[in-house]
Each structure stands twice: as C-alpha cells, then as structure tokens.
Nanobody, 129 residues
Framework: QVPLVEYGGGVVQAGGSLRLSCEHS????????MAWFRQAPGKEREFVAS????????CYATAVEGRFSISRDNAKSTLYLQMTSLKPGDTAVYSC??????????????????????WGQGTQVTVSS
C-alpha cells in the first residue's frame, strides 16, 4: 500500500483555484512534518510549502506565498494545499512528502529534500492562460 496518495489535480484557467489533498495511509500521521513539492517539465523538483506535525508554522516558497495555503487534518490523516490565483507558471506535478521522523521542523524553502523520506506519486496541475 502506498503511504501517500494525492488527489485534486486537474486543468484550471489562470486566476482559478484548486485544492489538493494527500491521504496518509499509515499510523502516526500526526507525528510527522509534511510538505508539498512540485516539478514542472524540464525543471528540478522544488519546494512549495511545509507544515509542522501539529499544524503550526506553515512555510511557503516565495513564488506561492500569499496565494497558496497548506493545512492538515490529523484526525483524517490528510494534508491539504489550497491554491488560489493560479498562474501558468504553477503548472507542474505536485507531490506530498513526509518528513523523516524525529527531525526538528524549521521553515526554510531551501531545506534539503533528503529530509523527506516518503513521497506520493504526484498529481498533475495544469493552468491554462
């Protein structure tokens, strides 16, 4: 069973909104920091947003701050990414990731991706102009 599964991707016009979900199928979701990353065609995977295990201290990449909102429902073992004012440049495969257990959480968009050891398969978001 895949530990992380994303839902909610699709095609949307510029200026529109989408909400992504990431379902965690293993025990202990509330013990992990979580994050969203994205990868556009021909580009490296990049950080989008992260959140502490308790839901505090959301952290965002500069490119999405003020437009995207990360949240979580530990009772439902689900991570969310609310995306608004979408731009064509937001087109990418969006993946959720689970932070290595026990690592201290901090907000840094440049944090190395090896600090996340479990990844979803991704969901495609396409923003048309």
């Amino acid at each position: 069973q895949v530990p992380l599964v994303e839902y909610g991707g699709g095609v949307v016009q510029a200026g529109g909104s989408l909400r992504l979900s990431c379902e965690h199928s293993e025990n202990g979701f509330g013990s992990y920091g979580m994050a969203w990353f994205r990868q556009a065609p021909g580009k490296e995977r990049e950080f989008v947003a992260s959140i502490m295990d308790t839901g505090e201290r959301p952290c965002y990449a500069t490119a999405v701050e003020g437009r995207f909102s990360i949240s979580r429902d530990n009772a439902k073992s689900t991570l969310y990414l609310q995306m608004t004012s979408l731009k064509p440049g937001d087109t990418a495969v969006y993946s959720c990731a689970r932070r290595i257990a026990g690592l201290v959480y901090y907000c840094d968009s440049r944090a190395p991706q090896y600090e996340y050891d479990t990844w979803g398969q991704g969901t495609q978001v396409t923003v048309s102009s």
